[in-house]
């Protein structure tokens, strides 16, 4: 299916693709040509992409432009559209499920989560995930900056986030988190990493996983996923379109 292989009564691979699609269609996938050329399958219900995903993989050049754009969305956006814009449709691509955002309205109710969501193993056993999320850096010094985190406080919302349950309604029963992401819009410095990795004892060092800015850029471009709106329309705007001409 390699559009290189083309033969001269099916120059864009079209009726190939038709023909791999009857039987695929059967059993509720489809295949596509995305905007690299390349074939990808996806699940018509879910649109889930079923493909192998190597974050570490040289881009594209078109996929270095999204990635430049959507680094440009991360440096103006705030944390709740970080959440709803780039998260959650990202680890809803990654096949997590019932990714559920708490919200920062009723911080009561949080108990450090930002998200919660379930994944389903290939045995059918579900494992619970809770996403604390912060906007800015994540450092280990004593006095941060206003845009950064003290990584002890993100620890302990950590803990906290383990401790609690969380309401399943699909399963109508009250669960425990299995996994806690630490995601970060902005950089965890090799610092906090290292004191993070201290405080961690064998039990919770499974349990606590990181995520930072480049995890985020790189995930979000290799699954293929558009761009928030925001983010193009940030991209289209002209540095001299607000000049007033002389």
């Not at 489809?30 to 993989?57: C, F, G, K, M, W």
């Not at 009561?108 to 056993?125: C, F, S, V």
């Not at 999320?133 to 950064?148: C, E, F, H, L, V």
């Not at 985020?216 to 925001?230: D, F, G, K």
Request: charged share 25%.
């Amino acid at each position: 299916m390699d559009k290189r292989d083309a033969t001269d009564d099916d120059p864009d691979r079209s009726l190939a693709l038709q023909a791999l699609n009857e039987p695929l269609k059967r059993e509720g996938f489809e295949a596509y040509y995305a905007e690299d050329d390349i074939l990808h399958v996806r699940h018509i219900a879910t649109r889930t992409v079923s493909q192998p995903i190597n974050p570490h993989r040289p881009l594209t050049p078109a996929e270095a432009k999204r990635r430049e754009q959507l680094t440009a969305y991360l440096d103006v956006c705030s944390e709740d559209e970080l959440i709803e814009e780039v998260l959650m449709p990202m680890f809803r691509q990654l096949g997590f499920h019932r990714i559920t955002a708490a919200g920062h309205q009723d911080k009561a109710l949080e108990y450090g989560k930002d998200i919660w969501m379930r994944y389903t193993l290939p045995t059918q056993h579900v494992l619970y995930f809770g996403i604390q999320t912060k906007k800015g850096k994540i450092d280990s010094s004593g006095m941060t900056k206003q845009d950064n985190k003290n990584v002890a406080e993100i620890h302990n919302q950590g803990l906290m986030m383990l401790g609690h349950v969380i309401f399943d309604p699909e399963t109508s029963r009250n669960v425990l988190v299995d996994h806690a992401f630490i995601v970060a819009g902005g950089v965890i410095t090799k610092q906090a990493r290292n004191w993070l990795g201290s405080k961690l004892d064998v039990t919770k060092r499974s349990q606590i996983m990181f995520m930072d800015r480049e995890d985020i850029l790189n995930l979000y471009t290799v699954t293929n996923i558009p761009l928030p709106a925001a983010a193009l329309r940030s991209s289209d705007t002209s540095p001299f379109d607000d000049e007033i001409p002389f």
